[in-house]
T-cell receptor, first 113, second 114 residues
Framework: GESVGLHLPTLSVQEGDNSIINCAYS??????FIWYKQESGKGPQFIID?????DKRQGQRVTVLLNKTVKHLSLQIAATQPGDSAVYFC????????????FGGGTRLMVKP | GAGVSQSPSNKVTEKGKDVELRCDPI?????LYWYRQSLGQGLEFLIY????????KSGLPSDRFSAERTGGSVSTLTIQRTQQEDSAVYLC????????????FGPGTRLLVL
């Protein structure tokens, strides 16, 4: 069935390096995508979103890239800090699914000091 | 301002008992969502309320699960005759309701069914 998934379940990076977290989606009806960060014991926290009419969007230290051709989404974190250690989820919203989000399985980012 | 709050933060119950989980959304948010997150897994959609419209219950796993939202604000998720496989973190989120409005999550209720 249609799904959102992640290539790497765990990513370990050195503090100060850039991180790239990838996500593949298969629902061609999806036109809105969101990245969430979840720290241990907390609910997911919105990071950044992107609509399908864009291929790149930048926030503070984060950039989301969308490649609709290959149905691929990535989150880039610049100058990764220990506070970035968390599980990152991508989510998709098909245009015909109202407000319902479908979440991927998550990638754990571990930042080494 | 206050975010989404959920209570209790932790709940331990015995198999077969009923439980009620509460969610207080952000004031002014018309949409409210319940998700379930099993250990080490992603979020599974359960149910969605939007204003006075009939809720979207398409994600509820069985008829033991139900939810209501009183007065367009507080919501209660009820699990009847709990089973061990119901053990998970139950997350509530709210948004302004229009599609693509950011969903803000609460801290979740950790349910353990013994």
């Amino acid at each position: 069935g249609e799904s959102v998934g992640l290539h790497l379940p765990t990513l370990s990076v050195q503090e100060g390096d850039n991180s790239i977290i990838n996500c593949a989606y298969s629902n061609s009806a999806s036109d809105y995508f969101i990245w969430y960060k979840q720290e241990s014991g907390k609910g997911p926290q919105f990071i950044i979103d992107i609509r399908s009419n864009m291929d790149k969007r930048q926030g503070q230290r984060v950039t989301v890239l969308l490649n609709k051709t290959v149905k691929h989404l990535s989150l880039q974190i610049a100058a990764t800090q220990p506070g970035d250690s968390a599980v990152y989820f991508c989510a998709e919203n098909p245009y015909n699914a109202g407000n319902m989000l479908t979440f991927g399985g998550g990638t754990r980012l571990m930042v080494k000091p | 301002g206050a975010g989404v709050s959920q209570s209790p933060s932790n709940k331990v119950t015995e198999k077969g008992k009923d439980v009620e989980l509460r969610c207080d959304p952000i004031s002014g948010h018309t949409a409210l969502y319940w998700y379930r997150q099993s250990l080490g897994q992603g979020l599974e959609f359960l149910i969605y309320f939007q204003g006075n419209s009939a809720p979207d219950k398409s994600g509820l796993p069985s008829d033991r699960f139900s939810a209501e939202r009183t007065g367009g604000s507080v919501s209660t998720l009820t699990i009847q005759r709990t089973q061990q496989e119901d053990s998970a973190v139950y997350l509530c989120a709210s948004s302004f309701g229009d599609r693509r409005e950011t969903q803000y999550f609460g801290p979740g209720t950790r349910l353990l069914v013994l």
